[in-house]
């Protein structure tokens, strides 16, 4: 059986846990959370890091930072998980749903100005397979009509636009390091404040709404509640493991491009049978989050699966449109995104880990080659 994921751990995580627990210091902002900042802000210039339970929770504190209040409204892609737009409809914002751009799931720049009212208050762009949307312009319509930009860059570790890190252009950013993403903690996230106004109230809203870091940190002699807020730190046993893996961090790149490589050479033939690879626009790296392909149709990738399935092969879709889903469906108020409907019948990932061997990834190939052969 070829597994669609599979966890790597590169060796050292248990070893961090242990010192994590031998230090005594097991709540949130210990030794390891300690770690992992400096290593994000040193890496990649981000002005300020913060360790999440989760990229959902990055999204949460990033909403009330942005004081999103009934009626405000996000403009966001359709095809992207739950957690982009749930973060802000949990404080009462009206998600006004985008289409997907022809060449990628990326949300089509040319469609945003149209959308754009007196109550828009945020543009969230997500990196779709670690791929960069066109952030120049959108930052240029942020500028224009005096809108925040936080970007979902759940999938987009260690990827580029223009040389500038993901995570690093918009006001703010949200990343994941659930165990499906390349950089893994189990769960675990980090919200990225690039913009110097949040940086103090982020740190409140995720202590509870309390000054306590400020206060450890020597600046005041007590702490109280002084904001809304929650507990969106994670546990120091989290941070450990994350360590682990971002000391590994290039090695573990470097593997998965090698197979996104083999992958996009292999497969280059089903283009002319209408199969779509990864598009990646000029400028934009890939971080080889993912290896998809979208079929010609929903019945075509059905039969794929199947195919695959009978070959001990496990592949699997991706989202559904949500601005067709049961919870917002009705609240949709604009009309059909035919390109998100497009990549919610007809994209396929491919397996895609570490561990993953080259001669597994030419047998998924060979095994997409022999179904298209035949039909
Ligand atoms: C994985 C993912 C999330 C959610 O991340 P969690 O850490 O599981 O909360 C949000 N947005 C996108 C685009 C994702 O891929």
């Known amino acids: 059986m070829i597994d669609f994921n599979k966890p790597y751990l590169t060796g050292k995580e248990t070893q961090y846990i242990q010192d994590a627990v031998a ?42 930072l942005l004081d999103i209040k009934e009626g405000d409204e996000i403009i966001a892609p359709s095809y992207t998980f739950v957690s982009t737009v749930n973060a802000f409809v949990l404080r009462g914002a009206k998600i006004v749903f985008i289409d997907s751009d022809k060449e990628n799931p990326n949300m089509d720049i040319d469609a945003i100005e149209a959308l754009i009212t ?29 809108l925040f930009v936080v970007e979902d860059a759940a999938q987009a570790i260690d990827s580029f636009y223009k040389g500038k890190p993901l995570g690093s ?32 109230r982020a740190e409140i809203i ?28 994670p546990s120091d046993i989290i941070a450990a493991f994350l360590y682990a893996q971002l000391e590994n961090l290039e090695t573990i790149q470097k ?15 089903i283009q002319k049978l209408g199969v779509k690879l990864p598009y990646i626009p000029t400028g934009a790296t890939n971080n080889a989050h993912m290896y998809y392909i979208v079929c010609k149709n929903l019945n075509e990738r059905t039969q794929l699966i199947k195919h695959l399935k009978e070959q001990k092969i496990n592949t699997v879709f991706h989202y559904l449109s949500l ?24 994209l396929l990932r491919l397996p ?24």
């Not at 959370?33 to 360790?51: A, D, I, M, N, P």
């Not at 252009?169 to 769960?187: R, V, Y």
């Not at 067709?324 to 990549?343: E, F, I, Q, R």
């Not at 880990?353 to 998924?364: A, C, K, M, R």
Request: net charge positive; hydrophobic share 35%.
């Open 118 to 146: 007196p109550k828009t208050k945020v543009l969230l762009p997500v990196h779709y397979a670690g791929i960069a949307c066109d952030m120049d312009k959108i930052m240029a319509l942020a500028k224009k009509h005096n």
């Open 206 to 233: 995720r202590e509870k709404g309390t000054n306590r870091s400020a206060f450890f940190r020597g600046e005041i002699d007590k702490y109280g509640w002084v904001d809304i807020g929650s507990s969106f730190l």
């Open 255 to 269: 593997r998965r491009k090698e197979i996104w490589d083999i992958y996009n050479k292999e497969l280059t033939s």
């Open 323 to 346: 601005h067709k889903s049961p919870y917002y469906s009705n609240k949709h108020k604009g009309g059909d995104l035919v390109n998100a409907d497009y990549y919610t019948d007809c």
């Open 169 to 200: 252009i918009g006001h703010l950013a949200a990343f994941s390091f659930h165990e499906t993403k390349n950089i893994i903690s189990g769960e675990g996230g980090m919200l990225v404040i690039n913009d110097e106004r949040f940086v103090k």
């Open 23 to 64: 230090s005594m210091k097991i709540s949130g902002d210990g030794i390891f959370t300690k770690k992992c900042h400096k290593y994000f802000e040193e890496k990649y210039g981000f002005r300020k890091v913060l360790l999440t339970t989760s990229c959902t929770d990055a999204l949460e504190m990033a909403a009330i």
């Open 352 to 375: 895609m880990y570490f561990e993953l061997t080259n001669q597994q990834v030419l047998e998924v190939s060979s095994s997409i080659l022999s179904f298209y052969k035949a039909k």
